[in-house]
């Protein structure tokens, strides 16, 4: 059996780094078809694929009653890509970020970290918590959209929009290949998680250790995947909108629906640590990238450090 899970867990990991390979190469041309940034593609369709991992594993703990899986991935996965994704992605090369995704799609993050956070302070997420979390999700995904176009349109002139989308539409068969890579990586992050979590609950460790640590770092995979392979082929847009997207999403979307199916318990310890960790996080990266529009390597080890010091807190707290 444990050859077995292992050998599923490689599988999984090879099928994130193929999928992963196959949407850099095409998100470009993408954005080019509907007029938008790497980094919308990156918010908008990469980012619903990644997070169907997520969505699978929390609609299913939701059925089964499974409050802690839920909101510690929620925490734990957030907190994670902020931190050692963001910090790793960094060290690899330096991360640029234009001025208009700080101040239009940035933000978006610091809500999320600070809405779930006052949501969760009666130790619940209702049913109409859920529904505004939803609503907002979706706000998010049309706003980002909006801006981006008319950005765009902006930068390069109707004429040359125009000339743009249709050699896009002439000679690439990006969505294809898109469409391709996501299947990869939902896939592969399906076996990753299942292989990773067969293994902690064979550790016989706590709930919330399985959706802080295990769960969150299994379902991070894709986006783990995207964002250091886009650092390493120089194109920080499509990481940085995938990471911010993932983030906003995974509170919105993913929290939103389970706790629609069904209303979530909130672990008290849960308050005094995580969740501000969380905001923690959310402003420590907003202020790098702010101050010179670019996370040094020096800033990402940082943040790699952070990230390690929250997972050893958790080990040792909700081991």
């Given amino acids: 059996m444990t050859f077995f899970v292992i050998l599923f ?18 998100s470009s041309a993408l954005a080019t ?9 990156g918010i908008t369709v990469i980012t619903l694929g990644s997070i169907m991992p997520e969505l699978s594993i929390v609609i299913t703990s939701s059925l089964s009653n499974a409050n802690d899986l839920i909101i510690g991935n929620a925490l734990g996965s957030s907190i994670l890509k902020l931190g050692f994704i963001f910090g790793l992605a960094a060290i690899i090369s330096p991360i640029s970020i234009k001025e208009s995704t700080l101040k239009h799609e940035f933000p978006w993050i610091m809500l999320a970290s600070v809405l779930i956070f006052f949501l969760a302070f009666d130790l619940t997420i209702s049913r109409g918590d859920a529904m505004l979390l939803i609503a907002l999700g979706i706000l998010f995904q049309w706003y980002s959209v909006k801006v981006s176009q008319r950005e765009v349109l902006e930068d390069i002139g109707k004429h040359k929009m125009k000339k743009r989308k249709k050699k896009a539409m002439k000679s690439s068969k990006a969505w294809i ?3 391709i890579g996501l299947l990869l990586i939902i896939g592969g992050a399906k076996l990753f998680v299942d292989s990773s979590l067969a293994i902690a609950l064979w550790l016989g460790v706590s709930q919330l250790f399985v959706g802080i640590i295990i769960i969150a770092i299994g379902a991070s995979i894709p986006e783990f995947m995207v964002t250091i392979m886009s650092a390493v082929r120089h194109h920080p847009g499509l990481g940085i909108g995938n990471i911010i997207g993932s983030n906003v999403m995974n509170v919105h979307l993913v929290v939103g629906i389970a706790a629609l199916i069904k209303p979530l318990k909130i672990h008290p310890d849960l308050l005094i640590f995580d969740f501000p960790a969380f905001i923690f996080f959310a402003i420590l990266a907003a202020v790098m990238f702010k101050s010179s529009h670019k996370l040094s390597r020096f800033e990402g080890g940082v943040l790699v450090v952070g990230y390690i010091l929250y997972f050893i807190y958790s080990v040792k707290f909700w081991g």
């Fill in 9 to 26: 867990l490689l599988i999984g990991v090879l099928a994130l780094y193929k999928g992963a390979d196959l949407m850099i190469d095409h």
């Fill in 33 to 41: 078809k509907f007029g938008v940034s790497t980094v919308v593609i």
């Fill in 177 to 179: 290949k898109i469409i």
